[in-house]
């Protein structure tokens, strides 16, 4: 069975920070794995995806995320944190075989301090 | 534009009375599935369907139903509200098994 931790309910960084996000995954099987944003009061949009090809993904809106299988992390960054960053923020792992179910993580609220 | 609509985006309702919020898509996916969202627990799926007239249970069905009579829709059905079915819900869908899956807006709904 999959499952999805993410470390830091909350985190909050000063405008121009690093941004880092956790998330350590679970799975029998070589894994799919996501992240997802959500502004508020929006449905979920992709930021990136692993699908077994390059180990560093780039993303949308300056991130990216590196999966590193002997971690099973999948951790997000971005170099420089914009006020527009704040959300919440979802891990999200699926299976490359049969992959009916995307499992998702409790999520992160990102703050960004002027 | 390719987009995954809900309706309605907000319902308030009371214990027992049965509501059906509905989902469609326009990008002809042949993956469709339904998840809540509530606090500290992230989203979590209700029901998922393969096909047409494929569906199976997720992770917390207990209360619902689902149906898929058509490629585009796929209906959420609550017979008898409670009110810890009181969330925000998500539909979404998706072409293949590598692809990622695109969100409707979700629905907020309130049992009182």
């Known amino acids: 069975a999959q499952s999805v931790t993410q470390l830091g309910s909350h985190v909050s960084v000063s405008e121009g920070a690093l941004v880092l996000l956790r998330c350590n995954y679970s799975?029998?099987?070589?894994?799919?794995l996501f992240w997802y944003v959500q502004y508020p009061n929006q449905g979920l949009q992709l930021l990136l995806k692993y699908t077994s090809a390059a180990t560093l993904v780039k993303g949308i809106n300056g991130f990216e995320a590196e999966f590193k299988k002997s971690e099973t992390s999948f951790h997000l960054t971005k170099p420089s944190a914009h006020m527009s960053d704040a959300a919440e923020y979802f891990c999200?792992?699926?299976?490359?075989?049969?992959?009916?179910?995307?499992?998702f993580g409790q999520g992160t609220r990102l703050t960004i301090n002027p | 534009e390719a987009q995954v609509t809900q309706n309605p985006r907000y319902l308030i309702t009371v214990t027992g009375k049965k509501l059906t919020v509905t989902c469609s898509q326009n990008m002809n996916h042949e993956y469709m599935s339904w998840y809540r969202q509530d606090p500290g627990l992230g989203l979590r799926q209700i029901y998922y369907?393969?096909?047409?007239?494929?569906?199976d249970k997720g992770d917390v069905p207990e209360g619902y139903k689902v149906s898929r009579k058509e490629k585009r829709n796929f209906p959420l059905i609550l017979e008898s509200p409670s009110p810890n079915q009181t969330s925000l819900y998500f539909c979404?869908?998706?072409?293949?098994?590598?692809?990622?899956?695109?969100f409707g807006p979700g629905t907020r709904l309130t049992v009182l």
């Open positions: 999200a792992v699926s299976e490359i075989q049969g992959a009916q179910k995307l499992v």
């Open positions: 799975s029998s099987v070589p894994p799919y």
């Open positions: 369907s393969m096909n047409v007239e494929v569906t």
């Open positions: 979404a869908s998706r072409f293949g098994t590598r692809d990622e899956q695109f």
